[in-house]
């Protein structure tokens, strides 16, 4: 079992850069494959991005692909999400994931963070 704290949301100004960190907590988090998702006010979760174990694989929904950079520490148990070039559509609470497959974590992760707030104001 893991389990995942999300940090680093907070407000900005569009164009402005955001790393969002996620901290996991067990000495396994180097299996997992992990993912961030979203969630805006009034809409469904979806799928921002994801990497297998090592990072060698990435994934992007393609709203923000060329601008968020997804990426994992295994030696300090952390996630990272980079967003850059954010834009007000882009407010959400991102939420942290867990998966022990790639496909898992793009679709059905087994494990959830409680997320963190973004707002990208105009």
């Known amino acids: 079992q893991v389990q995942l704290v999300e940090s680093g949301g907070g407000l900005v100004q569009a164009g402005d850069s955001l790393r969002l960190s996620c901290a996991a907590s067990?000495?396994?988090?180097?299996?997992?494959?992990m993912g961030w998702f979203r969630q805006a006010p009034g809409k469904e979760r979806e799928f921002v991005a994801a990497l297998n174990w090592n990072g060698t694989n990435t994934y992007y929904a393609d709203s923000v692909k060329g601008r968020f950079t997804i990426s994992r520490d295994n030696v300090k148990n952390t996630l990272y999400l980079q967003m850059n070039s954010l834009k007000p559509e882009d407010t959400a609470v991102y939420y942290c994931?867990?998966?022990?497959?790639?496909?898992?974590?793009?679709?059905?992760?087994?494990?959830w963070g409680q997320g963190t707030q973004v707002t990208v104001s105009s």
């Open positions: 067990g000495r396994t988090f180097s299996t997992y494959a």
């Open positions: 994931a867990a998966d022990l497959t790639p496909v898992g974590v793009r679709n059905t992760p087994d494990y």
